[in-house]
């Protein structure tokens, strides 16, 4: 049964960082893409950013390019989601997919994802 558990959302003010993280559960973590999506009350849930098993790919959205950083420890089993200067755009759900993909359709498994909430 494969889990996907995150953690470290949170209120912050707007300019303030905040890591989230990602730890993972019955699959074989090291050989699987992932990523990061969230959702804002009333809109679609967005790809955020994803990486490849390897760590040697990586893939963002425009509105976070430069700002957020992805990263994973195979070891752990832990994928993680630096943000830095947030805005309050960037308040929403963000969720740890299984997969490496921009299209929620694609993605194989989801968390229950975390909160993240950005005050001006």
């Known amino acids: 049964q494969v889990q996907l558990v995150e953690s470290g959302g949170g209120l912050v003010q707007a300019g303030d960082s905040l890591k989230i993280s990602c730890a993972a559960s019955?699959?074989?973590?090291?050989?699987?893409?992932m990523a990061w999506f969230r959702q804002a009350p009333g809109k679609e849930r967005e790809f955020v950013a994803g990486m490849s098993w390897s760590g040697t790919s990586t893939d963002y959205a425009e509105s976070v390019k430069g700002r957020f950083t992805i990263s994973r420890d195979n070891a752990k089993n832990t994928m993680y989601l630096q943000m830095n200067s947030l805005k309050p755009e960037d308040t929403a759900i963000y969720y740890c997919?299984?997969?490496?993909?921009?299209?929620?359709?694609?993605?194989?498994?989801w968390g229950q994802g975390t909160q993240v909430t950005v005050s001006s």
């Open positions: 997919a299984g997969r490496f993909t921009r299209e929620p359709s694609r993605v194989n498994y």
């Open positions: 019955g699959l074989t973590f090291g050989s699987y893409g």
